[in-house]
């Protein structure tokens, strides 16, 4: 609990974003991610993996959407490859700050946006190389959902914008996931896309993000992601 509150006081201090209940929901998942790295770690670099394979050996701007925790995107490797990576996201933790900081990469911008309004201040800007779309598309479902607006209305829209972007655009996202019992029975399925379509994914696997044990003793939450390159 000592770290989570230096995290948060921190973050909370050099936010220009200085909205509390944001910066808490970051260390939730900042100490849901660290509780859970073991199972969150073939997830984690099956997206590394995909963004590497896809990345330009080397470009001007490389921007990452829904940047977060940095434990998902080959952040080294963008770092070397770019010459500024721009991260987009409500907030960044202080300490992601710092591990950022104490491994050198001067060339990151921790740029905070409410991306749920959408992508056309990305439209325009021609020194774009690479839009990455990390992990980020389903939590803007549930933020729509939580606000009571149209949820397929801001999945689609999302899409939409990275399409219109430039650059190459790839796109990683959890696209439904299962209630499983320790038996490996299938108790609950749940469509997180509310039945958009999505263009084909060149990749697919497991995520599991939550454990037995984690929110239940009973079940764990295994997500479904897939891995896409949009077309323009």
Known sequence: MILEALNFVATLAISGRRRAAEINSSVRLWTRARRCARDWEPHEENCKAFLTSRMPAQGRVAVVLGSGLLRDVPIGELARNFDTVRLYDLQHLASVRLWALARGFRN?????????????????????????????????????????????????????????????KLLLTDVAFDLVLKSGAIVERHDLMHGIALPEPAASWPWTVAPIGELDPAYKAVHRVVAIDIPA
């Open 108 to 168: 990151l911008r921790f740029l905070q946006r409410d991306l749920s309004a959408g992508l056309d201040f990305l439209r325009e800007d021609t020194e774009v190389d690479l839009v990455i779309s990390a992990n980020l598309l389903s939590q803007l479902g549930v933020a729509a959902e939580r606000m009571g607006t149209d949820t397929a209305d801001i999945l689609q829209a999302h899409i939409d914008g990275l399409r219109a972007a430039p650059g190459r």
